[in-house]
């Protein structure tokens, strides 16, 4: 990693809402995220927590129904000619984005690459479209680059690739393609949204790889949002576990996975399976994320959190600090509060970890 390390996307106090025939659903609640050039950020949390609208927000691709209640989106990109520039993503127009974000400097691998794909166009045209919007380079010129992105992202055979249509393609193949597009105007961000949900395991392992190597190569930036935090240990150097649209802990790989601390994430780490594990049956978290319509007095996890205090109800905890890197919303950081242990199995499971990344000599 540099010494000097250049800040690409600041969101700081990120606060949306949606408006729905059932009334506001509060989404998103005070999001802080940071992302530094070349690194990968992890989002991690259960269906409906907000990772995809804030995402999406910094993308400036909010449904309609969106109401930003307040926060700043900065993000930094460098022009062809080397000047570097910020912009404030949540001041700009949907049109002043697509032309100059959208695709060219901020691009989304989505999850399932069946609906990423028009069914009624070629794959070699989907590629060369985004290359035609934005670069206005010649059809000869967008046609080799993107049978060079095809190589690139490991299809064979790529010229005769271009005249195939998605649904002749193997799952595998068609995200491939959903790479090689999201790719294709050298982006200087990547997100990658549960990239790998619909493929099977020995794909997915390579879909992982391919997108390492690329920014590897490449230098870009890359946030995957996921629930999956096998994923995640493959891939991220820093991880925001969101819980009911709040960030609730963030810190290195090494932090959240080695020494986690607020019980949400000790519930996700307990919940991944695990060959060696003393239980019967998988961990699950006990109950269901709550309905975002009707705003919960204080911490949002108490109802499902075993070891949840009497301020829990009355008072949303402060992000309480642990290093300089590792954060956790959470009271029972609060000096005042009573000694609680993570859960027995956890704890045996992460000195298993620890044992393992020893032996492949990798950080987890």
């Keep these: 990693m540099a010494e000097k390390k250049e800040k690409i996307l600041e969101i700081r106090d990120l606060d949306i809402s949606f408006k729905t025939t059932a009334g506001l659903v509060h989404a998103i609640r005070s999001v802080d995220i940071d992302l530094w050039k070349g690194e990968t950020v992890a989002i ?10 804030t995402m999406k927000a910094a993308m400036g691709i909010l449904a309609k129904n969106a109401i930003v209640n307040q926060g700043s ?8 000619n080397g000047e570097n520039e910020t912009v404030e993503i949540l001041s700009k127009d949907k049109n002043w984005i697509r032309r100059h974000i959208n695709g060219k400097r901020i691009s989304m691998v989505f999850q399932d690459p069946m609906t990423s ?33 095809l190589q690139e992202v ?18 595998g193949m068609r995200q491939r393609v959903v790479i090689a597009i999201a790719l294709s105007c050298n982006p200087d961000l990547l997100i990658c949204d549960e990239p790998t949900t619909a493929l099977d395991v020995t794909i997915q392992a ?23 935090l096998g994923v995640v240990a493959k891939v991220a150097d820093y991880v925001n576990v969101m819980y009911a649209g709040k960030i609730v802990e963030k810190g290195t790989i090494n932090e959240i996975f080695y020494d986690p601390r607020h019980p949400y994430t000790w519930g996700l780490l307990s ?16 109950g269901s994320p709550p309905n975002l319509l009707h705003e919960k007095e204080g911490d949002a996890f108490a109802p499902r959190n075993k070891y949840a205090l009497l301020v829990d109800d009355k008072a949303q905890p ?16 609060d000096p005042r509060a009573p000694k609680v242990e993570m859960p027995a199995e956890l704890k045996s499971r992460i000195e298993r970890m620890k044992k393992g990344a020893e032996i492949d000599g990798s950080q987890l």
Aim: proline share 4%.
């Design 206 to 228: 390579k879909i992982l790889e391919l997108i390492k190597k690329i920014q590897l190569e490449r230098g870009i930036s890359v946030i995957y949002i996921t629930h999956d």
């Design 44 to 53: 991690v949390g259960e269906s409906g927590s907000g990772k995809s609208v």
């Design 271 to 286: 919940a991944m399976p695990d060959l060696d594990t003393n239980d019967d049956r998988l961990y699950a978290i006990p």
């Design 154 to 171: 490991g299809i064979t055979d790529a010229e005769a690739r271009m005249k195939n249509y998605p649904h002749q393609l193997s799952g």
């Design 73 to 80: 989106i900065r993000f930094s990109y460098r022009h062809e």
């Design 318 to 333: 402060p992000m309480f600090r642990i290093s300089d890197s590792h954060y956790a919303a959470t009271w029972l950081l």
């Design 117 to 149: 794909l028009d069914p009624t166009m070629t794959i070699g045209k989907q590629i060369m479209e985004g290359m035609l919007w934005h670069f206005k380079m010649s059809k000869q010129e967008a046609y080799a680059r993107a049978v060079k992105l």
